[in-house]
């Protein structure tokens, strides 16, 4: 349990921007910063920062929070977990409880699977280090590839025994249960039951996840043996999902929005030369094929993709289809080519720092004309040939989303395939519509239910009719009125009353004293109201931060959505359009009474309906002259709130 002096120093501390900043491209707009959502793939920005407010929300998701919640959100992290990412984050010293045999398998699954990676790592790295077999093995094979000490204690390298059990005989000694060490891919069961190293003998390269935690593992064997795989990596895993991970770039990623450019590199060893000589902004896909998923990762950081290929023509030509989803997700890919034998790492090793750099930006050519160089190349002067490159590159060119942008690719290939522009996009805009074509018969046939089949026969053909989702119910008036009340609370509760000569009375235990007759229907308003109220007779006024930061997600949620505005007008509004928006400050008194007594009138409305279809039923004459009474009572109050109302917001 961290304590609230802890929790309160590591809100002080946090700045929401720089937190959400590390995941999320930012840029400011008036007194917010805005950028692509995290949570949905979406091409114009709907996420919003408000470091006044200490906010984010993303209106297409509809999530929002603190940086806690954001972390919690998008890492999947537990509360405490969030805390203790800031709190290492910011340097703050985090009182935790004495780790045990007993309490070290958490209840969470996902965080057992993460605790006994971040044991395999440093059993690695230690096994490296401090070993004879791994210094004289393992560490002599990273020296020999040219990486210092710092460089091999950033990336936690390391080394796995060259025997059966090394690990998993001192991780069970340890404490750490057999299910999370198979189950986490560092143990494998034998047919008997008993288990073993997965990688026996091998330098180890951890692969970290967005926010820095061991989630997965690679081994290279030093054998020469061709019977024996070169790399062992980690299986899927609950934390490991290899297509939405790109190694390196926790330790990339601020360089890749600093310099708003990733470089691609094909391995491990590629991102950890290239990131020792200075440049930093370099992950590596880790051998496989690059994924949509991947993609999006690097594009919440930058538009702009370098690929650093080595010399090896086949596996380039092998590459280039997959590259067209980097142009269908927006984004910019540029293609550097290295001298035959070198790749990244060979090159950036032999020749230092600025000849690198040099070379990437004397060579580095577009992909889109790249890939007509090379497919041109290999055509020669057969026009069949010729005719299939021309299509292959007009279909790289109709996945770029932008219509400028892809017209200008199309001058430049006209020029280089010798053909006439207007063919090209002729070509160009068949294959467009036949993509939406395409998209739309199959968008039909998701959402229309065949009207031949009767529910029954569907069921019997294992089919699931569809059901028209229902339209978004409006609003209720009372749900929306008891919402402005919280507003107010939130925005103007520990401000004083200026009003009919109030002396020494802060707005919310005003309004919680005026609400004292009035019940609340909406459960999560009902539960702000209950607890504003009882932070007040605790002698405290709770503002926005006290609610953004509760633990209730529900709470989160109601005070994020009342704070943040989606819109907000531009500060030469009134100069440009000569049209005035009152300013709810202007006139609190109207303001707070008027959500006050709308509130009131919209209860004692309910109430008035509810006598009236009494009195429609009801037979008895005694029982009538009662509910007749009720009724000319609350007349009178709702009358005398109408007065008020009028008197208030006219004056």
Same mark, same amino acid.
């Given at each position: 349990? @961290?304590?609230?002096?802890?929790?309160?120093?590591?809100?002080?501390?946090?700045?929401?921007?720089?937190?959400?900043?590390?995941?999320?491209?930012?840029?400011?707009?008036?007194?917010?910063?805005?950028?692509?959502?995290?949570?949905?793939?979406?091409?114009?920005? *709907?996420?919003?920062?408000?470091?006044?407010?200490?906010?984010?929300?993303?209106?297409?998701?509809?999530?929002?929070?603190?940086?806690?919640?954001?972390?919690?959100?998008?890492?999947?992290?537990? $509360?405490?977990?969030?805390?203790?990412?800031?709190?290492?984050?910011?340097?703050?010293?985090?009182?935790?409880?004495?780790?045990?045999?007993?309490?070290?398998?958490?209840?969470?699954?996902?965080?057992?699977?993460?605790?006994?990676?971040?044991?395999?790592?440093?059993?690695?790295?230690?096994?490296?280090?401090?070993?004879?077999?791994?210094?004289?093995?393992?560490?002599?094979?990273?020296?020999?590839?040219?990486?210092?000490?710092?460089?091999?204690?950033?990336?936690?390298?390391?080394?796995?025994?060259?025997?059966?059990?090394?690990?998993?005989?001192?991780?069970?000694?340890?404490?750490?249960?057999?299910?999370?060490?198979?189950?986490?891919?560092?143990?494998?069961?034998?047919?008997?039951?008993?288990?073993? =190293?997965?990688?026996?003998?091998?330098?180890?390269?951890?692969?970290?996840?967005?926010?820095?935690?061991?989630?997965?593992?690679?081994?290279?064997?030093?054998?020469?043996?061709?019977?024996?795989?070169?790399?062992?990596?980690?299986?899927?895993?609950?934390?490991?999902?290899?297509?939405?991970?790109?190694?390196?770039?926790?330790?990339?990623?601020?360089?890749?929005?600093?310099?708003?450019?990733?470089?691609?590199?094909?391995? $491990?060893?590629?991102?950890?030369?290239?990131?020792?000589?200075?440049?930093?902004? #370099?992950?590596?896909?880790?051998?496989?094929?690059?994924?949509?998923?991947?993609?999006?990762?690097?594009?919440?950081?930058?538009?702009?993709?370098?690929?650093?290929?080595?010399?090896?023509?086949?596996?380039?030509?092998?590459?280039?289809?997959?590259?067209?989803?980097?142009?269908?997700?927006?984004?910019?890919?540029?293609?550097?080519?290295?001298?035959?034998?070198?790749?990244?790492? *060979?090159?950036?090793?032999?020749?230092?720092?600025?000849?690198?750099?040099?070379?990437?930006?004397?060579?580095?050519?577009?992909?889109?004309? $790249?890939?007509?160089?090379?497919?041109?190349?290999?055509?020669?002067?057969?026009?069949?040939?010729?005719?299939?490159?021309?299509?292959?590159?007009?279909?790289?060119?109709?996945?770029?989303? =932008?219509?400028?942008?892809?017209?200008?690719?199309?001058?430049?290939?006209?020029?280089?395939?010798?053909?006439?522009?207007?063919?090209?996009?002729?070509?160009? +805009?068949?294959?467009?519509?036949?993509?939406?074509?395409?998209?739309?018969?199959?968008?039909?046939?998701?959402?229309?239910?065949?009207?031949?089949?009767?529910?029954?026969?569907?069921?019997?053909?294992?089919?699931?009719?569809? #059901?028209?989702?229902?339209?978004?119910?409006?609003?209720?008036?009372?749900?929306?009125?008891?919402?402005?009340?919280?507003?107010?609370?939130?925005?103007?509760?520990?401000?004083?009353?200026?009003?009919?000569?109030?002396?020494?009375? $802060?707005?919310?235990?005003?309004?919680?004293?005026?609400?004292?007759?009035?019940?609340?229907?909406?459960?999560?308003?009902?539960?702000?109201?209950?607890?504003?109220?009882?932070?007040?007779?605790?002698?405290?006024?709770? =503002?926005?931060?006290?609610? @953004?930061?509760?633990?209730?997600?529900?709470?989160?949620?109601?005070? #994020?959505?009342?704070?943040?505005?989606?819109?907000?007008?531009?500060?030469?509004?009134?100069?440009?359009?000569?049209?005035?928006?009152?300013?709810?400050?202007? +006139?609190?008194?109207?303001?707070?009474?008027?959500?006050?007594?709308?509130?009131?009138?919209?209860? #004692?409305?309910?109430?008035?309906? *509810?006598?009236?279809?009494?009195?429609?039923?009801?037979?008895?004459?005694?029982?009538?002259?009662?509910?007749?009474?009720?009724?000319?009572?609350?007349?009178?109050?709702?009358?005398?709130?109408?007065?008020?109302?009028?008197?208030?917001?006219?004056?």
């Amino acid at each position: 349990m @961290i304590t609230k002096t802890t929790i309160d120093r590591i809100m002080e501390a946090t700045d929401i921007v720089e937190v959400i900043g590390e995941f999320v491209q930012l840029k400011k707009r008036g007194a917010n910063f805005i950028g692509l959502s995290p949570f949905v793939n979406e091409k114009t920005p *709907s996420f919003t920062v408000s470091p006044a407010k200490g906010i984010f929300k993303d209106f297409s998701s509809g999530k929002g929070g603190s940086a806690v919640t954001f972390l919690m959100e998008l890492e999947k992290f537990t $509360y405490p977990e969030a805390l203790k990412w800031l709190a290492k984050k910011y340097s703050i010293e985090i009182e935790e409880t004495v780790e045990s045999k007993e309490n070290r398998e958490e209840d969470n699954r996902r965080e057992s699977l993460m605790i006994v990676s971040a044991y395999a790592a440093k059993f690695f790295h230690e096994s490296l280090l401090d070993t004879d077999e791994g210094q004289s093995i393992g560490l002599s094979y990273f020296k020999e590839r040219g990486f210092s000490t710092e460089t091999i204690k950033k990336f936690e390298l390391g080394y796995s025994p060259d025997q059966w059990e090394a690990f998993t005989g001192q991780a069970l000694k340890e404490g750490y249960q057999e299910e999370f060490l198979v189950d986490s891919g560092l143990s494998v069961k034998r047919d008997n039951g008993s288990l073993y =190293d997965r990688y026996r003998g091998r330098v180890m390269f951890p692969i970290h996840s967005f926010t820095g935690r061991v989630i997965a593992f690679g081994g290279r064997t030093l054998k020469k043996d061709k019977n024996v795989p070169k790399y062992v990596n980690s299986p899927e895993s609950e934390i490991y999902h290899k297509s939405n991970v790109l190694y390196g770039l926790y330790f990339a990623k601020r360089a890749i929005r600093d310099e708003d450019n990733c470089y691609l590199v094909e391995g $491990y060893a590629d991102v950890i030369s290239v990131h020792q000589a200075g440049i930093e902004n #370099v992950v590596a896909s880790s051998g496989t094929s690059l994924t949509v998923e991947q993609i999006r990762l690097i594009g919440r950081l930058t538009k702009n993709i370098t690929i650093l290929y080595d010399g090896d023509a086949a596996g380039i030509k092998a590459s280039l289809r997959g590259l067209d989803m980097i142009l269908e997700e927006g984004l910019n890919v540029k293609v550097v080519l290295f001298p035959d034998g070198h790749d990244p790492d *060979s090159f950036v090793q032999q020749f230092g720092t600025s000849v690198f750099k040099k070379h990437i930006e004397d060579n580095k050519k577009d992909f889109i004309l $790249y890939k007509t160089d090379i497919l041109l190349k290999d055509a020669g002067n057969d026009p069949i040939k010729k005719a299939t490159v021309i299509r292959e590159i007009v279909e790289s060119i109709s996945k770029i989303p =932008d219509s400028i942008k892809a017209s200008v690719f199309i001058k430049e290939c006209s020029m280089q395939l010798q053909i006439d522009e207007r063919a090209l996009l002729s070509e160009l +805009n068949k294959m467009r519509q036949a993509k939406a074509k395409k998209d739309h018969e199959k968008s039909e046939k998701t959402t229309t239910y065949r009207p031949e089949l009767s529910p029954e026969d569907a069921a019997l053909f294992g089919e699931q009719p569809e #059901v028209a989702e229902a339209a978004p119910q409006p609003e209720k008036e009372s749900d929306t009125q008891e919402k402005e009340i919280i507003r107010l609370l939130l925005l103007y509760g520990n401000k004083m009353i200026d009003w009919d000569g109030i002396a020494n009375t $802060y707005i919310g235990p005003f309004m919680v004293a005026e609400l004292s007759d009035v019940e609340f229907e909406q459960p999560v308003c009902k539960e702000f109201l209950e607890i504003y109220r009882q932070e007040v007779e605790n002698g405290v006024l709770p =503002d926005e931060q006290f609610f @953004i930061h509760s633990q209730d997600k529900n709470l989160v949620d109601l005070t #994020v959505n009342l704070l943040a505005n989606k819109y907000m007008l531009s500060e030469n509004w009134l100069e440009m359009h000569k049209i005035f928006v009152p300013d709810e400050q202007a +006139n609190m008194k109207a303001t707070i009474l008027g959500a006050i007594f709308h509130l009131k009138k919209q209860k #004692v409305g309910k109430i008035l309906e *509810s006598l009236r279809k009494q009195l429609q039923t009801t037979l008895e004459a005694a029982d009538q002259e009662i509910l007749l009474n009720q009724y000319m009572h609350m007349k009178k109050v709702e009358k005398h709130i109408s007065d008020y109302l009028g008197s208030v917001i006219l004056k």
